[in-house]
């Protein structure tokens, strides 16, 4: 007899399942996220290694960090090695970026079979009121309360502000928040 579940436990457990699964799936979205910036940080210090040693002497030395080992070479050497570098970073940002368009539509689908909704708190108690019962699905309550920390940077004249959520954080052209599930 405890093994039986009542008609609303047992949808109260899918729906946690599937809000689970969706934040399982919003967080690998977030980690594609999180390593493409990762690499493309990296592409600009090729670039700037590129652009400092390409007009250097080839036969001029230079050092290079291989495994956490530095090795002296020459730029006709290392020049090469860090174009080389460069292009590969770049087509791995690609396929990272093609990989994120299917985790976005994957998450998309999900969504839609789902029917999950995402939407502010500031809005929650106005919608909550006027459709109350009327929606079948899964609601995901967006919720804007984390302290951000704050961090600036000086750019010429201009002062440019920005937040960084200490957890888990999502970026994207339809997201404007944070989710808490």
């Not at 093994?3 to 594609?32: C, H, L, P, T, W």
């Not at 090795?71 to 087509?91: S, W």
């Not at 368009?101 to 106005?126: P, Q, S, V």
Request: with cysteine.
């Amino acid at each position: 007899m405890a093994s039986q579940v009542g008609g609303d436990g047992k949808e109260a457990i899918n729906e946690q399942v599937i809000a689970n699964q969706y934040a399982n799936m919003r967080s690998e979205m977030n980690q594609f996220y999180t390593k493409i910036t990762e690499l493309e940080l990296e592409v600009g210090e090729h670039s700037l290694v590129i652009g400092a040693i390409e007009p250097l002497d080839p036969s001029r030395r230079c050092y290079r960090m291989i495994g956490g080992v530095l090795v002296e070479r020459t730029i006709k050497e290392v020049l090469p090695a860090v174009k080389r570098n460069k292009e590969g970073l770049e087509e791995v940002i690609a396929r990272m970026h093609e990989a994120l368009e299917r985790k976005k539509k994957e998450i998309t689908e999900f969504e839609l079979k789902y029917k999950i909704r995402i939407r502010k708190a500031d809005n929650a108690d106005e919608e909550g009121g006027k459709k109350e019962g009327t929606a079948q699905g899964v609601l995901v309550k967006l919720e804007t309360n984390w302290a951000p920390q704050s961090c600036s940077s000086r750019l010429g004249d201009n002062i440019r502000s920005t937040s960084i959520d200490p957890g888990n954080y999502f970026t994207g052209s339809n997201f404007d928040g944070l989710v808490r599930v």
